[in-house]
């Protein structure tokens, strides 16, 4: 594996996946908060068929402030990986450490926003946004309100406080969701694909105010997607994982100034780049 | 093959009257009120002379003086029944919700269960009242109770469809913020188990109103519907029986046309989960 680190600004840094710590990229690297060594998930079937194989064998790290997108091709684990950390899916081998403790189901520090949006249609944006802070029991109503209304403005849904969600468009009710999410302030927002579902603009849009967001917001994103471009706009680490059985191929640092331009020339590099790194993991069989 | 814009003005009703319009937007009550004129007519010109028919217009008056004449009898019989209904339903609808909820969440709790449901499925609720006679005399409690064992089963069986339908990854949500085990039954197994459990309600209420009457009937205890007919049958004051018989089939339609359709606007469709 190349290690490789680029000096300039702008420019692409890769790793493999190991130790090494990162060197002049601009930005402050954090301290270590997740850390997966040779993560391995296993489903078996209640109906006595044979096991699935979901994570075969996995090593990344994740450190604090840092916007860590977990890239791959559908069906390579990242998903499982993802709820693995919240907390949601259990370890079937190897170690996932949460600020060096294994991860001991979910917690109100790790927030998740899924693909389709899984937001109460029984509850207005509002009453959405307040979920989890109610469910939290650690503020009052008034202050449950106010921290609610303030999200409400920063995800553009004023206006919409009392709609219903089955009212709203994919992008709208996907605002909710982030908005629900980050009402609570959690330390992780966990993110499972949650712009596949929604059309190309509504798509862009998302992730300029996402980008803008996790800029303000103190918080460690951990974004899984199958979409390459997506991924450079949003991180400042790249996780690449491969094909069935899923493994890490490399961890990337992408230092690219924001707001980033998908249309950006050193953009379009790491793009070119990045596909071909994929390219020569993916199966030889081209119908897979 | 016809283009589609000529099958499109083809299929268009054709042009009518305003009358006609009329008959076909309004045709239920219409047709209603053509059955009574044809009745009132046959026994108001005498082509139907039997004591055991009355006119409509002689029903209506029993009606009328059942709910304002000096007895107010169809008014108490009413309150008695609906009292005793509101009753064997509130409780049937705690109980089962609460056990269809359980066993929705836990297969061993819908094991256990399961041979008691399968026995109960076929069992008309009224044959209670021969076996809960017995031990509590017949009475008050023996209607209630006929109520709640006929209403029980499709309550039971909404909230266990309602409760298992809930999705995974809701509960995920609620759980990764430390929602306790009530709230997570209250704020999100509940309301997502409603798509099943409000046509369930409906059903059920529809059993319940059928076993408050024939309970009600068959014991002849206190007030109520059932009750008053039965007894306008015997000293043959014909005009209240049916004035009775009409009023139960009211309250049925108010309850199954306005009351259940009004929930569910204010719950399941306004939350885009029904169309």
């Known amino acids: ?288 | 093959m016809q283009p589609a814009h000529a099958r499109g003005t083809a299929c268009e009703p054709p042009r009518r009257g305003r009358l006609a319009g009329f008959v076909r937007r309004h045709s239920n009550p219409l047709i209603l009120i053509a059955l009574l004129a044809i009745w009132q007519m046959l026994v108001g010109f005498g082509l139907v002379h039997n004591p055991a028919v009355p006119s409509p217009t002689a029903i209506a008056h029993s009606l009328w003086k059942g709910f304002l004449g000096p007895h107010h009898i169809l008014a108490i019989a009413t309150a008695a029944t609906l009292g005793r209904l509101i009753l064997g339903f509130a409780i049937a609808l705690l109980a089962a919700s609460a056990l269809g909820l359980l066993a929705g969440r836990n297969d061993d709790i819908a094991a256990a269960l399961n041979p008691l449901v399968a026995l109960w499925i076929p069992l008309p609720g009224i044959v209670t009242i021969p076996v809960l006679s017995l031990w509590l005399g017949v009475g008050q409690a023996v209607i209630v109770c006929t109520v709640i064992f006929s209403a029980w089963i499709p309550l039971y069986l909404g909230a266990l469809q309602g409760a298992r339908s809930v999705a995974a990854r809701q509960l995920w949500v609620a759980r990764s913020y430390g929602a306790t085990r009530w709230s997570t039954v209250c704020h999100i197994i509940v309301p997502s188990a409603l798509v099943q459990m409000l046509p369930a309600l409906r059903v059920g209420m529809g059993y319940a109103w059928r076993a408050v009457i024939a309970a009600e009937i068959i014991t002849q205890h206190g007030e109520g519907l059932g009750v008053t007919i039965f007894a306008a049958r015997q000293f043959f004051d014909v005009a209240t029986m049916y004035a009775g018989v009409i009023l139960i089939a009211l309250l049925g339609l108010t309850i199954e046309k306005i009351l259940f359709p009004q929930l569910e606007r204010r719950t399941l469709k306004r939350w885009g989960l029904v169309v």
């Open chain 1, 1 to 288: 594996m190349n290690a490789r680190t680029h000096e300039t600004e702008g420019g692409l840094g890769t790793m493999d996946g190991s130790v090494t710590p990162v060197q002049e990229t601009g930005l402050a690297a954090g301290p270590i908060v997740v850390e997966a060594r040779n993560l391995r998930k296993v489903f078996t079937p209640q109906d006595g068929n044979p096991p699935v194989v979901a994570v075969e064998d996995v090593s990344f790290q994740i450190r604090r402030g840092e916007f860590t997108v977990l890239l791959g091709p559908s069906g390579c684990g990242k998903s499982t990986t993802l709820y693995m950390i919240g907390g949601f899916e259990k370890v079937s081998g190897g170690e996932l450490m949460l600020h060096g403790k294994p991860v001991a189901g979910p917690g109100p520090d790790r927030g998740i926003v899924f693909q389709d949006f899984v937001l109460f249609p029984w509850r207005t944006v509002l009453g959405n946004i307040m979920f989890g802070l109610e469910m939290m029991r650690r503020f009052d109503r008034a202050e449950i309100r106010a921290r609610a209304e303030h999200y409400v403005q920063h995800l553009g849904l004023a206006g919409f406080e009392n709609a219903y969600p089955s009212t709203l468009s994919g992008g709208m009710k996907q605002r909710i969701a982030i908005a629900r999410t980050l009402a609570t302030e959690p330390e992780f927002m966990l993110m499972d694909e949650p712009f596949a579902a929604l059309d190309a603009q509504t798509r862009d849009r998302l992730i300029a105010d996402l980008s803008r967001i996790a800029g303000e917001q103190n918080t460690t994103f951990v974004f899984v997607t199958h979409d390459v471009r997506e991924a450079i706009r949003l991180a400042d680490r790249i996780i690449v994982f491969s094909p069935r059985p899923s493994r890490v191929v490399q961890s990337i640092q992408v230092t690219l100034p924001r707001p980033r331009d998908s249309y950006d020339p050193r953009l379009l590099e790491i793009d070119r780049e990045l596909r071909s790194l994929i390219g020569r993991h993916a199966p030889d069989d081209p119908a897979s």
